[in-house]
């Protein structure tokens, strides 16, 4: 299957600090990417869906301000927590989607987030 | 929007039993249903997807089945062996977003 990296792998910041967590498909054209918050024990929960060279659509209750996308390009998404707090702690996933007519979509490696 | 239920949320087998998981959706229009394995700390991992267009898909010892009909969808593991213990999530979709289950917790005892 398709490869998609995802850096950092785990991240301390200080709350009120900003992070930016980059996902990057490596041997495909990603159209979309995702990106989900996962919690222990949970489900993935979309938080908003990245198409390349326009605005996200996020999800309802994900603040846009608050969780940046840009998708830049065809292989690269970053999301960025801006004012991190501790409840904003927890596992980020990224996943990407080749063009259509494909539907797989590959996920990252995940972004443990601590806030402290 | 779409709805995914999953159950059972825990499922314990000894090894070399079969294991089931059975989807439902609420989206007559979703049409592509994958089955993701996703181990402690780790990615999700796509193991098999069924399309719309197909009852049934086998690749060694998992297997999917799609009831458009009745909007449900399983999962089944032959022969279970002790790395297959896991979370496993079903999801569906049009060509869209994914909605995820809220997973099974599979546990083979060897």
Known sequence: GAVVSQHPSRVICKSGTSVKIECRSLDFQATTMFWYRQFPKQSLML???SNEGSKATYEQGVEKDKFLINHASLTLS???VTSAHPEDSSFYICSARNRPPSYEQYFGPGTRLTVT | GENVEQHPSTLSVQ???????????SDSASNYFPWYKQELGKRPQLIIDIRSNVGEKKDQRIAVTLNKTAKHFSLHITETQPEDSAVYFCA???YSTLTFGKGTMLLVSP
Do not use: P, Q, R
């Open chain 2, 92 to 94: 569906a979709s049009g």
């Open chain 1, 47 to 49: 938080m908003a869906t």
């Open chain 1, 78 to 80: 970053t999301l960025t």
């Open chain 2, 15 to 25: 090894e070399g039993d079969s294991a089931v998981i059975k989807c439902t959706y």
